[in-house]
């Protein structure tokens, strides 16, 4: 039988996050000899390995590694399938609008003028819009495209720019009215900032893990590395960071993204005309 409970899922998201079983438990409350059970006769019914165990911690299998992608997938939409019929008895509620913190105040200044309905402003680190709006927590995002995570949602455009180098202002490259992502991929001593992938798991590189703007910033300052962003991105920036344009680093196209379903239509159609018109479109 396949069937999963989410009680089992959550077990499992945890070990499969954590890799190691004690701070598993110790995180979701429990002791660590019933979670170990618990995953062991997850893979008994399964009929596959999930973890290669030993004294140091686990690693995932590759069949692991696929159950934790749609286990994240899976507890996201029961979440949200229980924030949602909540918030349907709500009908006046203001719509929560998600976006990394340090986006373009000009922008989300126009897209809050121009919405007809009350919008709640919802600010995260970069790249968890999609994650509020899988699991109910946020009804419409401000998201980048080719970068953020797109899949299954419905989209409208809202503006086309060119991207950045943020650089430390002490940098021979501050000075450089442009430079080319080759010049900027190879700097020595000034590494570009890794961001972790979808599945949590960091690309090869010499440049510093991040997971928050703040983490980031610190780290231009201090010289000790580079990012590339679109070019409205830079709101963050600090005195200490020059922002030099990338001459051919690929287009960014922000968006409004949703849920199939979701409640926005009017701040939809006031984004429409707003900024199809703002960029000459209509």
Partial sequence: MDDLETRELRYFVAVAEELHFGRA?????????????????LERRLGVKLLDRDRRGAALTGAGEVLLREARTALDAVAAAARRTRQAA??????????????SHELLRDLLDAAETPVEVLLCEVGEQAHRLRDGQ???????????????????????????????????LAARES????????????????????????PDGP?????????????????LTLLVIPASSRAWQWPEHVAVPVVDAPDVTTVL?????????????????RFLVADGSA
């Fill in 25 to 41: 438990a110790e995180r979701l409350g429990i002791a660590q000899p019933p979670l170990s059970r618990a995953i062991l006769q």
């Fill in 90 to 103: 709500d009908p006046g509620r203001p719509l929560v609008l998600v976006t990394k913190a340090g986006a």
């Fill in 257 to 273: 993204a949703w849920p199939p379903g979701s409640p926005v239509g009017p701040l939809v159609r006031a984004a429409r005309r």
């Fill in 207 to 223: 440049g510093p893990e991040v997971r928050t703007q703040s983490q980031l910033a610190q780290l231009v300052a201090l010289g």
């Fill in 138 to 172: 946020a009804d419409v995002a401000v998201m980048h495209r080719p970068y953020d995570d797109l899949a299954g949602f419905e989209t409208q455009d809202l503006h086309v720019e060119g991207q950045v180098a943020i650089v430390p202002a002490t940098h021979p």
């Fill in 179 to 202: 430079v080319t992502l080759a010049e900027v991929s190879d700097v020595p001593g000034l590494p570009i900032a890794r961001w972790p992938r979808l599945d949590g798991t960091y």
